[in-house]
């Protein structure tokens, strides 16, 4: 696998491991609860982050790619294990496309969701940004969710 590549790899998993340690033991409330109206619950930030990631890496390895984003903000989870579910299928996407993205395909220019095309390897740092980002928003909104009164 290109060095570059394991790396965002690597850190999309760990980010993946942190996104389980924050939703188990949450209930159906907790997962769901926006701490405002235009905010997004846990669920959203969840299923959002990973439909972003699988869109990259798709994008990246230049595997077709569909994604309906507006429908990752409408999600739901009744339990964590929904979105551990998600999560274990993320890794074994990352595990397949992964070794599949090649020298070539980073220095690439690709576009996706009618966005101008950009360099593949900025597309796959700064969506590992955009991961670490969420997973901040995700650790926050935990945080309200307990602070509640």
Excluded: C
């Excluded at 929904?82 to 993320?90: F, N, P, Q, T």
């Excluded at 993205?101 to 966005?115: F, N, V």
């Excluded at 390897?121 to 307990?146: D, F, K």
């Amino acid at each position: 696998m290109e060095p570059i590549v394991a790396t965002v790899v690597q850190g999309y998993k760990e980010v993946h491991a942190k996104l389980r340690e924050a939703v188990r033991g949450l209930d159906a409330g907790a997962l769901n609860w926006k701490p405002a109206p235009e905010a997004n619950s846990v669920a959203v930030l969840v299923v959002h982050t990973l439909g972003s990631e699988a869109e990259i890496l798709r994008v990246s390895s230049n595997t077709p790619s569909e994604r309906d984003r507006d429908a990752e903000f409408v999600s739901e989870a009744a339990t964590p294990g929904e979105l551990v579910h998600r999560l274990d299928a993320a890794d074994e996407l990352l595990d397949e496309l992964g070794p599949q993205i090649t020298a070539e395909d980073l220095e690439a220019e690709r576009s996706r969701g009618g966005r101008e095309p950009q360099q593949v390897r900025w597309m796959l740092v700064s969506n590992y940004g955009h991961a670490r980002e969420h997973l901040a928003h995700i650790e926050l909104t935990q945080q309200l969710y307990g602070a509640r009164g």
